[in-house]
């Protein structure tokens, strides 16, 4: 069984805002991150999948595959906007990374068999570094 990830870039800007919350528990729970302007992170996405290798090609994972359906569903509506603003995802939600891995994961799962028909490969993880100190990590069995 092999595991194979995929490092995607992509660059987001995003408010952490509930509104759930008073204005005051929002600056004290969020502090910096809850401008009202906003701010932006350059995010690095690992989507990470394992299968067995395919005993013709040697492949446990297209790459290719993977590659266009993380465009479609991540980059191409996620990649250079503003998360809160641009995305129906995070209508009502803060867009949290914890919030932004569980709807990465929810999309890909959701158009997996259509890239990937067979048992194999199966999603694994995403795995979403915001900053080089805040990392944020989600198995894919974890989420329906």
Same mark, same amino acid.
């Given at each position: 069984?092999?595991?194979?990830?995929?490092?995607?870039?992509?660059?987001?800007?995003? /408010?952490?805002?509930?509104?759930?919350?008073?204005?005051? #528990?929002?600056?004290?729970?969020?502090?910096?991150?809850?401008?009202?302007?906003?701010?932006?992170?350059?995010?690095?996405?690992?989507?990470?999948?394992?299968? #067995?290798?395919?005993?013709?090609?040697?492949?446990?994972?297209?790459?290719?595959?993977?590659?266009?359906?993380?465009?479609?569903?991540?980059?191409?509506?996620?990649?250079?906007?503003?998360?809160?603003?641009?995305?129906?995802?995070?209508?009502?939600?803060?867009?949290?990374?914890?919030?932004?891995?569980?709807?990465?994961?929810? /999309?890909?799962?959701?158009?997996?068999?259509?890239?990937?028909?067979?048992?194999?490969?199966?999603?694994?993880?995403?795995?979403?570094?915001?900053?080089?100190?805040?990392?944020?990590?989600?198995?894919?069995? #974890?989420? #329906?």
């Amino acid at each position: 069984m092999f595991h194979v990830t995929r490092r995607y870039a992509m660059a987001a800007s995003h /408010r952490l805002h509930s509104a759930q919350l008073s204005d005051e #528990e929002n600056r004290r729970i969020y502090g910096k991150c809850n401008n009202p302007y906003g701010h932006g992170h350059n995010y690095l996405i690992d989507v990470s999948a394992r299968g #067995e290798a395919d005993g013709v090609t040697g492949l446990a994972v297209n790459v290719a595959a993977l590659d266009e359906l993380v465009r479609r569903l991540v980059l191409q509506p996620f990649d250079h906007g503003n998360l809160n603003l641009d995305t129906e995802a995070f209508q009502g939600i803060a867009p949290t990374s914890e919030n932004l891995a569980v709807e990465i994961c929810r /999309r890909l799962k959701r158009h997996w068999s259509a890239a990937f028909p067979g048992e194999w490969p199966k999603l694994e993880k995403i795995r979403i570094a915001e900053t080089d100190r805040n990392i944020f990590e989600l198995r894919a069995d #974890e989420i #329906e």
